[in-house]
Structures are given as structure tokens and as C-alpha cells.
């Protein structure tokens, strides 16, 4: 976490010098801090869910016996490409299908994802004495606040299908996978 805190200070400073001499255009450096974006998203979901991984063994697919993933949707500005200097990041998570894990402290993938899910968020917003990587807003995802910080791709469907608001279907207009599958 400090390494990606110590990263963004570094590459803030450079995207801002960039900026201010005129040494790329907005467009430019707006798709370059998305992509820096993206790239913390991976590592900090690579890193924590190696660690579950550890402890609770891999996510599988109770129908496709598969090995699960957690897919991460950049929503708004991060979704577009159009992330500025000051922007937070919205995102949203999901995961293929429910199962168990295959470790002997075996929890059901829900149960592994929405740890995962927390641990990514705490990982990116939590301000310490080295700043911050990104300000995480999840209040795009199904039910707001009050709904599962993670849920499978049927449950999103579901959603979208039966209670998604008009505004909520045209915000997935820019979502796009920023880490994971």
C-alpha cells in the first residue's frame, strides 16, 4: 500500500508538470491517469487476492467448476477515460458465478469476494500519513449504500432487468472492466 501511495505522489507531480508546461493535451493526460488508474486497481486486486487465496483457497464455480474471478467496472469518468487530477474513482464489483473455495478454511465466493472487495477499497481510499491512491466512490453499484458491495453477474442482471433506474442502465453506457477478467 505505501508503494502505491509513494507511486501516485510521484506520478501526480509528473502528470502535473506535464500540465502546466503544455507538454501533452488534456486528452493526453486524462487517458494516462486512467490507465494509471487501472494499473493500481490490478496490482492492489492482484496482491489481496493472492492473500485470500492463501487462506481460503480459489474461488470455484459451483455450476462451471471454474476457477472465479472478481471483475472490477470503472464507472463515469474512469469508465470514459476522462479521469482529472482531482477525480475519484467510481467502481463497481462483481464475480461469475457462486460456489466455495477450495482451501481448507473454504468460505462461499461471496463471502470471498466481498472481503476482497473491502480490502481493495481500504487498500485505495484509506488516507495514512502517505496520502492516498485513489478516492473510491461505490454508490454506483445496485442499491446504492444500502446494497452488496459485490455481487455474481446473474444478481446484476437481475437488477438491471428488474429495478435498475433509467439513469442507472445509462450509467453503464461508460462502465468498462478496469481489473480482472
Known amino acids: 500500500e505505501v508503494d502505491l501511495r509513494l507511486l501516485r505522489s510521484r506520478q501526480m507531480s ?13 486528452e493526453q493526460l486524462i487517458k494516462e491517469l486512467s490507465y494509471f488508474a487501472d494499473a493500481c486497481i490490478q496490482k492492489t486486486l492482484d496482491w489481496h487476492y493472492n492473500d485470500l487465496q492463501e487462506k481460503h483457497g ?30 475519484d474513482i467510481d467502481l463497481m464489483f462483481a464475480y461469475p458465478e457462486a460456489g466455495i473455495t477450495s482451501g481448507k478454511k473454504s468460505i ?13 477499497v481500504k487498500s485505495l481510499d484509506k488516507v495514512t500519513i502517505d496520502g492516498f491512491v485513489f478516492r473510491v466512490d461505490m454508490r454506483l453499484r445496485p442499491y446504492g ?14 437488477y438491471y432487468e428488474d429495478q435498475g433506474r433509467e439513469w442507472e442502465r445509462y450509467a453503464m453506457i461508460k462502465a468498462r472492466c ?3 477478467s
Open 178 to 180: 478496469v481489473a480482472g
Open 145 to 158: 449504500q444500502g446494497g452488496a458491495l459485490v455481487l455474481n453477474f446473474d444478481a446484476m442482471e437481475l
Open 58 to 87: 480459489q474461488p470455484i464455480g459451483e455450476e462451471s467448476g471454474d476457477v472465479q474471478e472478481l471483475v472490477v467496472l470503472g464507472m463515469g469518468k474512469l469508465g470514459a477515460y476522462e479521469l482529472n487530477l482531482s477525480s
Open 14 to 26: 509528473r502528470f502535473i508538470f506535464r500540465d502546466i508546461n503544455r507538454l501533452c493535451s488534456t
Open 108 to 120: 462461499d465466493n461471496q463471502q470471498f469476494f466481498l472481503k476482497l472487495g473491502q480490502r481493495i
